[in-house]
């Protein structure tokens, strides 16, 4: 799981709007995945996470259907056809005990793989792992298990307390939930194998698994 750098918001209209209520520390309208702004920040979050999920770090889309060009003069995506704007992404609350009051928070949404979501629903979280905080740093939290593809504290840390809430953590956000491990390691068996014969190539998934399988 990368660090992710959420700086850039495409969906101007909706960070202006979002920006009256935290001006006025206001209740924020009541959340729904049908609000007009929806789609507006799941493809800008796609954008600032390179098009892969932010937990999984699983292909969600291409980068370019995410980018610039996809929103107008005032910062709307320009919805199209099934071919051009179906992602099988959902917004996620990072954590969901701010969903009430501020659940049109920037800083607490994440565009996740469908299938995180549903599996992480409104679990208690740790922000230890929250990959946009300026603390985040996955080499330092997370080590990972060539042979068996799975993700696990990372062996230096010596403090038992933080070593069980990253352990937690992994579980909660699913980076080895059973579909996302069978695709890991289908897809960095073939991208290292063709490494291994000097046949490197651009890696478009699980970036942090493909770095640390080459360490």
């Known amino acids: 799981m990368r660090k992710v750098d959420k700086t850039e918001i495409l969906a101007n209209e909706y960070a202006s709007w979002i920006a009256e209520y935290e001006k006025i520390s206001r209740k924020h309208v009541g959340y729904s995945a049908s609000h007009k702004y929806y789609k507006d920040v799941l493809v800008s979050l796609l954008w600032c996470q390179g098009g892969v999920c932010a937990y999984t770090e699983i292909f969600i889309a291409n980068r370019e259907r995410c980018g610039p060009d996809n929103f107008d003069e005032q910062g709307r995506y320009m919805e199209r056809g099934k071919e051009e704007s179906g992602f099988a992404a959902q917004l996620d609350h990072f954590?969901?005990?701010l969903k009430a009051a501020e659940?049109?928070?920037w800083d607490n949404f994440f565009a996740v793989s469908d299938k995180i979501n549903v599996q992480k629903r409104n679990k208690s979280v740790d922000y230890i792992l929250k990959p946009?905080?300026?603390e985040y740093d996955p080499h330092r939290f997370l080590g990972?298990?060539?042979d068996r593809h799975?993700?696990?504290a990372n062996p230096d840390l010596e403090d038992?307390?933080?070593i069980e809430r990253v352990e937690e953590m992994i579980d909660l956000l699913g980076l080895n939930y059973g579909t996302i491990r069978d695709n890991r390691i289908r897809y960095l068996s073939?991208?290292?194998k063709r490494l291994?014969?000097?046949l490197e190539e651009p890696v478009y998934q699980f970036f942090t698994a493909y770095q640390m399988c080459r360490e």
């Open 95 to 97: 954590d969901s005990t």
């Open 190 to 192: 073939l991208i290292l």
């Open 160 to 162: 038992e307390c933080i």
């Open 132 to 134: 946009d905080t300026p």
């Open 150 to 152: 799975i993700f696990h």
């Open 144 to 146: 990972y298990d060539r």
């Open 103 to 105: 659940g049109w928070k």
């Open 196 to 198: 291994s014969l000097d």
